[in-house]
Every structure is written in C-alpha cells, then in structure tokens.
C-alpha cells in the first residue's frame, strides 16, 4: 500500500522515503521510482483506463430483477454491457430500458447517493428500496415508474413525479431542496417529516393515507388534494387552497373552523366533517362539480361560497347546508336535484342561481336574500323552519309547517304559480310588503291571510278567488293597497268575501266582482277597469283631516257609505243605487 504525497511516495509497510516521478512514453504511462542505490522500479499504466476523477453516467441493462451494487447491472453506455461501475455520489444512474430489453425490476439494498437518478418514461420497473436511504444532489425523477419509499429521501436538487406515476412516502421523510414537479401523485400518512418541499401548486395530487388516528394536512397550496385513508382523520391546520380537485374517497376530512377553496371539482364518497368552516368553490371558468355524497351525518355543509366566475353544478347528490350559503359571482347550477339550507342564503353581484326541479327547503332560522342583477326564480319552496325575506323574492309557490317572513325592507314575493301558491303554514307579511301574484290562465286562491300589499298581475287572462275574508273582523285585512292589473280578474265568490284595504286600484283591462261582499277603503278608490257591483257595499272611512278621492270609470256602485268623518272627493261622474252618509 502507498500514500501519495505531492512527488514523494511513503511505503506504509517500510517507511522508507523514495522519490518519484511520472513520464509519458507514447502508449504507457508509467511511474518510476528509486530506492536507495538499487535499480529503478517502473509501474505502467494502459492509456485505454480513464484516469478522469469527474462523475460518470451508468446504464441499468437488467431486464428481470437485481441489486443496485452489483456491477453487472450497469453499463457504461446506453443498452451497452455489464461490469461498468456502481454509481456514486456525483453519478447520473438511468434506467431507459433501452431497446425495450432493459427493464428488470431495482431492489435497493445499499444506500444509494447519487447526482441524478432517472426512472425514464420507457423504464416500468418495480423498485423496492428497503431500509436504505436515497440521495441525490442534483435530481430524482420518476417518470415510468413509481416508488413505494422504505427509508428516507433526500432530494438536494429536483424531484419529478411523471404522469400517473406514485411516490408513496410511506411513513418515511423526505427532503427536497430545489424544485418539486409532480404530474402524479405523492401520497403520504401525513406523519412524515417533510422538510423545505414546496408544493407543486398547478399539477399532479397529493395523497393521504394514513388508516388511524387524526393528524393535520400540510399547510401547502394544491393542487389536488384527496383523503384515502381508512379510519384515518385529517384535519386542516388553517386555510387550505386546492387550485384542483378536493376528493374523500376514505377516511375523514375534519374542517374544524377553517377555510377549504377548490378550484375544481369536490367529490365526497366517506366523511366530511363540516365543524364551523367554509368551503369557497373558485374556479374562474368553466364548469367544476360538487358530489356531496348525500345529506346524512359525514356529508353536510357548514358554510357554501361560489365566488369564482365559473359555474358550480351539482352532481349526483343533493346538498344541505347547515351554515350559510352565499353565491356571488358566476353560475350554481343546482342541475334538478334537492337543496336544503337552514342558515342564511344569499344570491349577490352578477351571480345567476339555477333552480332546476330539484326540491328547495328552508329547515333552520334563514334570511334569504337575492339581490343579484340576475335575480333567481325558486320555483317551489319547503318550509319547515323560519325564512324571512332580505330582498324581493320570486317563487312559483311555498308551502310547509314553517313560517315565511317577508322581512323589514319592504320586499316584493312574486309568486308564479296557480291554485294555491301561498301556503307555507305561518305567514308574517313583515314590513311594508307586497305579494304579487303573476299566475297566468288557470284558476288561482288568494291566501286567507294578512297581507301588507296585494298585486294580481298575470300576463294571460286569470280569475283570482278569495279564500277568505281580508277583513280586519278576522285580523286579516290589507295594511296597505289593494292592486288588480290588466288581465286580472278579482272575485270575492259567492262566499261573499269581505275586503279591507287602505288605496283599491282597478287597473285598466283590470276586473273586481265584489258580488255581496263589503270594501272598506280608508284610502283612494281609482277604478280605470271594470267594477261589477252585484249588491255589494263599498264603504269609505278616512279619519277627519283626510280627502278620499273615488274614480269610478262610469262604473255604477250598488251601495256607498260614508260613515266616517273624512271628505270624499269625486274625480268623474258617480253612479249608485243607494248612498249612505
């Protein structure tokens, strides 16, 4: 054995001092030295051995199976021969299968530390690392294969998942200094150490699949993100963003308090605890899917925000919101299935709401506001808990054993459809209130109860029968006015309904049949329609101070009473068979 020491060589077994030196004699190179008087001694060296010290690229040629130490694995060239050297630190290792020939599955079973590990697209190989640590220093790429980890991994440079390829961590750690590109997926328990990765935010998933117990997600940004865990829990640490797709396919996601925005599509198979949290769909164009699972325990909402400018549709299953569901930019589509919501719901900016034939119930305490520019039509409403109106309204008909408000702001609940369309069990006409009824053709039943305003205006020629008296005999009469537009057709019917109102407006085109019935009005009488009196009494009660004005468009009274202490104002010509002041 020799030490080497700039020109002087040691013999480590002597100790004697020699002095060398090194000459290229054209085809060798050799080195010589003396030692003491006796002759010199030579050691020659074939110019064909590489003397570079610089990092080498090695070829895995096994096309079965083997172990990365053994040398007849590795090939200095492409599909070349065996017996090449093993890589080592610095080295590029490729796994190519060249010719498709070279395919043989990898067991790792020494450290390895390289410069460059490259699984190529054309090399599908199995790997079993084993308890031996991976090192590289410049890049780990597993583009045709996939990797189930067995120690750790230490990536000083990159690290790239191919497409549809896995890096399942396994319980182990894992480092990556430089840039992570992931087209695949890296799954993880969730328990590792992952130290300096940054998350590829614009592809490929990350995967958590630890079976039992609860740990936190990483505070990354993603890009798809999917719970597979059996009996595992998951839990957000704070705010998460998913760019992509949010899946449960098993195990637990717990939300806690926090915010989830998904960028594509949410798909829930097992349990989703919803906690206090939102989930905020964002996608800017398109088209993403929301599969809630159903509407037991492990699939209900908290709180629901489409905020992106794209459209949310719902898919498979119907959805129930517990918190507050607000959609304010872009389309929901409720794509005809069920919607239940028992917090506030909130329609707002620019957003369009699609209904659908889907069912829509109010189960909880909710205000329900739709101030979009692209105002939604409810179709039909359930409602078993309390909604109160925080905006106008438009509805084909509600019904249910809860209670319907119509809110303090004044509000207008358009109601659309025939028969009986007001028939949620409690009604509370709010605060400056109008119902409008716009059922067109079909026979249609005024509800007996207290309204503020009341407005037929049908666009086709329909009869509108009272159910009941709006009298205030019966705590039912109209605080406000009494409108019957062009083509509407008011009947008290042969009940003989009676009516009270503040202003009563018979527009033009516009019918009342007031059969016997009594009308008080302590407001205005404007008649620019038909007014059929049968034997009727219209009575007019203005306190002292005030002029009621009557317009009656030729249109003769049966009987008119005046018994109260205001003035009376004629503004044409007034017919009646009876007149009572």
């Not at 630190?89 to 020494?110: M, P």
């Not at 798809?224 to 009996?231: E, V």
Request: hydrophobic letters at 35%.
């Amino acid at each position: 054995n020799w030490d080497i020491s700039a020109t002087t060589l040691y013999a480590t077994g002597t100790n004697t001092n020699v002095n060398a030196a090194y000459q290229d004699n054209g085809s060798k190179i050799f080195l010589e030295w003396i030692n003491g008087t006796a002759n010199p001694y030579s050691i020659y060296f074939d110019n064909s051995i590489s003397t570079s010290s610089g990092p080498s690229t090695r070829y895995w040629i096994n096309n079965t199976s083997g172990n990365w130490n053994d040398t007849a694995n590795w090939s200095a060239t492409s599909g070349g021969a065996g017996g090449a050297s093993v890589p080592v630190a610095g080295d590029t290792a490729v796994f190519d299968n060249a010719g498709g020939t070279r395919n043989g599955a990898l067991t790792i079973n020494t450290a390895v530390n390289v410069g460059t590990l490259d699984f190529q697209t054309a090399y599908t190989g199995a790997i079993t690392q084993g308890a031996n640590t991976i090192t590289t220093s410049t890049a780990m790429n597993l583009n045709g294969t996939s990797l189930t980890a067995g120690a750790a991994i230490t990536a000083s440079g990159t690290l790239t998942i191919g497409t549809s390829k896995t890096l399942d961590l396994n319980g182990q750690n894992i480092t990556v200094t430089g840039a992570f590109s992931n087209n695949g997926t890296l799954k993880q328990t969730g328990d590792e150490t992952t130290v300096t990765v940054t998350n590829d935010t614009d592809s490929g998933t990350v995967e958590y699949s630890a079976t039992s117990g609860t740990r936190n997600i990483r505070t990354w940004t993603y890009y798809s993100l999917k719970i597979n865990g059996t009996g595992g829990t998951f839990s957000l640490p704070g705010t998460i963003t998913a760019n992509c797709d949010v899946t449960i396919s098993v195990g637990t996601l717990s939300m806690g308090a926090n915010t989830l925005n998904v960028g594509g599509n949410y798909t829930n198979s097992n349990t989703f605890t919803a906690g206090t949290s939102t989930v905020n769909f964002t996608k800017t164009s398109g088209t993403q899917t929301l599969t809630s699972g159903g509407t037991g325990a492990g699939f209900l909402f908290n709180n629901i925000t489409h905020s992106g400018a794209g459209t949310l549709q719902l898919s498979t299953n119907a959805i129930d919101v517990d918190g507050t569901f607000t959609n304010s930019a872009g389309t929901f589509d409720a794509n005809n299935l069920n919607m239940t919501f028992a917090g506030a719901w909130n329609n707002t900016g620019t957003a369009a709401f699609t209904r659908g034939s889907g069912t829509l119930t109010f189960d909880g305490t909710s205000t329900v506001t739709d101030s979009s520019s692209a105002a939604a039509s409810f179709a039909a409403v359930a409602i078993s808990g309390t909604a109160t109106l925080g905006s106008n309204l438009i509805m084909t008909s509600n019904s249910g054993a809860g209670t319907l408000n119509l809110g303090a702001g004044s509000y207008a609940l358009t109601l659309t459809g025939t028969g009986t369309p007001l028939g949620v069990t409690t009604f509370q006409k709010g605060t400056g209130s109008t119902v409008v009824y716009t059922s067109t053709t079909t026979a249609t039943t005024i509800a007996a109860v207290q309204f503020n305003n009341l407005t037929l205006t049908p666009t086709l020629a329909t009869t509108y029968s009272l159910a009941a008296a709006l009298d205030t005999l019966n705590s039912r009469n109209l605080t406000g006015n009494l409108t019957i537009n062009n083509l509407a057709t008011l009947t008290t019917t042969a009940s003989n309904y009676n009516i009270d109102c503040v202003n009563l407006t018979v527009g033009s085109g516009g019918t009342l049949t007031a059969n016997a019935s009594t009308v008080s009005l302590s407001g205005n009488w404007s008649n620019s329609g038909t007014f059929t009196a049968g034997t009727s009494t219209v009575t007019f009660n203005a306190s002292l101070g005030t002029t009621q004005t009557v317009g009656s468009n030729s249109n003769a009274f049966n009987v008119i009473s005046h018994s109260s202490t205001g003035a009376i104002q004629l503004t044409d010509a007034l017919t009646a068979v009876d007149l009572n002041i």
